[in-house]
T-cell receptor, first 115, second 113 residues
C-alpha cells in the first residue's frame, strides 16, 4: 500500500518568515495530494490540494508543489502569522479504482509561529 | 447545516467493554470514513464506506466493526476494547466528485484502561 513520509515533525518560525513542509510518497498510482490543517483541539480541515497533472498551485500565502518523478510534494507558507500555528498533514490518494478516496496521511508537522 | 457530527465527545472504557461511536452527516455525501489519530502517527484509516450498503477495510481495521446504517449515518463498534485502542477517533465524509476533500467531525476521545 501507499506510504507517506512527512518532514519535519516540528517547525518553529518567527512571524513573517516562510515555512516549508515536505512529503514523499511511495505509490506511483497516487494522483491527488491534499493538505490538511488541524488547530489545537479542532478537527482537520482541507486547506489546499494538488493533482498529478499540475506542478504548482497557489492560494494567497500558501502554495503546494509536486514532483511526480521524484514522488515528493511540499507545502509553502509565506509571511507566516501566529494563526498559522497548527498541525499540518499531507496526504495522498489514487485517482480511481477501489482505493480512490482512501487517503494515506503523513505523520504531521507541528508548526509554531512566534510573534 | 451541522456538517459531520459525532457522539460521544469523550468516553472511558475498561478493557473488554464494548461501545459504538456514532457519526452522522447532513451534506448528502456518498462516502464516509473512520480514522484514528495517535500522537506522531497522523490519521490512519480504520474503515470506509464508498456508498450506502458498502464498507471496506482501511489501514488498521483489526478490533473494529462498522455499519453504514443509511446514507447519513456510519457507526464504529469496538467489541472488546483494548488499551491499544486509546485514541482520538474522527469520522469524515466526502462527495463522490471530490473524495479527497473530506469533512471531519469534531472527534471522540476514547480512553481504555
Amino acid at each position: 500500500g501507499e506510504n507517506v513520509e512527512q518532514h519535519p515533525s516540528t517547525l518553529s518560525v518567527q512571524e513573517g518568515d516562510s515555512a516549508v513542509i515536505k512529503c514523499t510518497y511511495s505509490d506511483s498510482a497516487s494522483n491527488y495530494f491534499p493538505w490538511y490543517k488541524q488547530e489545537l483541539g479542532k478537527r482537520p480541515q482541507l486547506i489546499i490540494d494538488i493533482r498529478s497533472n499540475v506542478g504548482e498551485k497557489k492560494d494567497q500565502r500558501i502554495a503546494v508543489t509536486l514532483n511526480k518523478t521524484a514522488k515528493h510534494f511540499s507545502l509553502h507558507i509565506t509571511e507566516t502569522q501566529p494563526e498559522d500555528s497548527a498541525v499540518y498533514f499531507c496526504a495522498a490518494s489514487p485517482a480511481g479504482g477501489t482505493s480512490y478516496g482512501k487517503l494515506t496521511f503523513g505523520q504531521g508537522t507541528i508548526l509554531t509561529v512566534h510573534p | 447545516n451541522a456538517g459531520v457530527t459525532q457522539t460521544p465527545k469523550f468516553q472511558v472504557l475498561k478493557t473488554g467493554q464494548s461501545m459504538t461511536l456514532q457519526c452522522a452527516q447532513d451534506m448528502n455525501h456518498n462516502s464516509m470514513y473512520w480514522y484514528r489519530q495517535d500522537p506522531g502517527m497522523g490519521l490512519r484509516l480504520i474503515y470506509y464506506s464508498a456508498s450506502e450498503g458498502t464498507t471496506d477495510k482501511g489501514e488498521v481495521p483489526n478490533g473494529y466493526n462498522v455499519s453504514r446504517l443509511n446514507k447519513r449515518e456510519f457507526s464504529l463498534r469496538l467489541e472488546s476494547a483494548a488499551p491499544s485502542q486509546t485514541s482520538v477517533y474522527f469520522c469524515a465524509s466526502s462527495e463522490k466528485a471530490r473524495l479527497y476533500e473530506q469533512y471531519f467531525g469534531p472527534g471522540t476521545r476514547l480512553t481504555v484502561t
